[in-house]
């Protein structure tokens, strides 16, 4: 299994398991003692099982890419570091207690979610359980200075070193949090086939901020419980729910909007100017190739625009090229087209990168290799991938794509980049097996 590409399949299936075993050794721990808890501690633990499954049936997804359940993640932090509820009350359970109602907390929300039509995935649900887990038993558990707990050390300070507690609780929340998308950029990476580093890099560049918050909010739960009581998980989550509904709305305008240029890349189809679905294949191999080859999710985001629409300068033709196969045209005219449907697209005034990749993917791989151009490797990347759908006439079998990588090689170092096209045959390779 290589270091930087990683299989998903295990991956998933060993944060499942760990979740599993995790939850019916704390279940099993709970059965054993039996201890009955006093009906402080029973009101703040229902109290915080409503929060986290709440908050988990409110579910926002980033364009199918992440799930951001702010509030389920905040509660359950807050969960395994709350240490006094109200104040003089002792919240006397442990990890397991916090492992196991967490656990069929996320089990409602995933319920309700499913009953809605929406599909959460397991192994993510499993890791934020692996991590709250951890986060309860080495805070409450794990004796750390001396005999003491980090919870004592919490529960103990006194009146002039109230930021003690404070500052603890933060730390604790922040290293679960960067665990957390440590684990999460682990299983995208398997999953989608991409770099480690890269996917460390995304998950880093697309949850630090909220993470900061959820980091600072999971602390001042815990310890407003201390003065509150139970009323503190809903009086500072609300603000967590505000975000989340705030989210919500940002990620469907995302989604009309990705909406939107996809049915403008269809006006070559309906209008046949190109073969149908070619601009769909082409953007969903081009994606494909340029995760295997360490994009970033922004630069991914605008190859997949340009792609959608890399052949709307075919609209301005009089007479239609035979199954729009640019790469069959004279390199003259295809650099019109490609040119015409940049300057199409650079007047939206909002996809200026996108244009720029459209506009560069009729240029010869020799003007970067002899006259040191900067040709950008998306457009290099929707060179290719156009080429290998024109050649293959968007035909799946093994036989039509081994003709077309074929024909490809023939123009390779000269038309094509050759580190691009090592990439799309590692990834055809993929898909076959």
């Known amino acids: 299994m290589n270091l930087y590409r990683l299989e998903a399949r295990y991956l998933d299936r060993v944060y499942l398991v760990v979740a599993v075993l995790g939850t019916l050794l704390a279940a099993a721990q709970l059965g054993f003692e039996a201890r009955r808890l006093p009906e402080s501690s029973i009101i703040v633990v229902a109290a915080f099982f409503a929060a986290i499954a709440v908050g988990e049936s409110l579910h926002v997804s980033l364009l199918g890419v ?54 959460l995935r397991l192994p993510d649900l499993a890791t934020r359980l692996i991590v709250v887990g951890l986060t309860a038993w080495v805070f409450r558990d794990v004796p750390m200075f001396g005999e003491e707990s980090l919870r004592h050390v919490a529960l103990e300070a006194s009146k002039d070193e109230r930021w003690i507690p404070g500052l603890v609780m933060v730390g604790v929340a ?23 580093r890269q996917s460390i890099a995304d998950e880093a560049s697309a949850v630090a901020a909220p993470y900061v918050g959820l980091a600072t909010s999971a602390s001042l739960v815990a310890l407003a419980e201390r ?38 890349a269809r006006l070559t ?17 081009a994606v494909e190739v340029g995760r295997h080859m ?10 997949e625009y340009a792609a959608l629409l890399h052949d709307l300068g075919q609209v301005s ?12 045209v004279a390199p003259t005219d295809a650099q019109r087209i490609a040119t015409d449907g940049a300057q199409i697209v650079r007047e939206t005034g909002v996809l ?9 993917q009729a240029t010869s791989y020799r003007q970067v290799r002899e ?37 490809i090689h023939l123009g390779l170092g000269y038309e094509f980049d050759p580190y691009v096209v090592d990439a799309l045959q590692r990834v055809i390779e993929r898909q076959r097996s």
Request: hydrophobic share 50%.
């Open 66 to 119: 992440r799930e951001l359940p702010f509030v389920a993640i905040a509660a359950s932090l807050a969960f395994a570091m709350t240490g006094e509820a109200p104040a003089g009350h002792l919240t006397t359970y442990d990890a397991s207690v916090v492992t196991v109602t967490t656990a069929l907390a996320m089990l409602v929300g995933y319920g309700v979610q499913r009953a809605r039509g929406f599909t």
């Open 174 to 196: 922040a290293v679960a949090l960067v665990v957390q998308a440590l684990l999460t950029a682990v299983s995208r990476a398997g999953r989608l086939h991409a770099p480690l």
């Open 227 to 264: 003065p509150l009581g139970v009323a503190a998980i809903p009086l500072f989550l609300f603000p967590l729910l505000l975000m989340q509904l705030s989210v919500r709305r940002h990620a469907a305008v995302r989604e009309t909007y990705r909406q939107t240029i996809r049915s403008l």
């Open 269 to 285: 189809d309906v209008g046949g100017f190109t073969a149908t679905g070619h601009s769909s294949r082409v953007a969903a191999l």
């Open 294 to 303: 360490g994009l970033s999710e922004r630069d991914l985001l605008d190859l």
């Open 317 to 328: 033709l009089q007479t239609p090229i035979p199954r729009g196969a640019t790469t069959l």
């Open 352 to 360: 200026d990168t996108a244009s720029a990749i459209m506009q560069g």
């Open 371 to 407: 006259l040191g151009e900067d040709l950008p490797l998306a457009s290099r990347i929707l060179k290719v991938v156009n080429a290998f759908d024109d050649y293959s006439k968007g035909m799946p079998t093994a036989h039509r794509q081994d003709a077309a990588i074929e024909r």
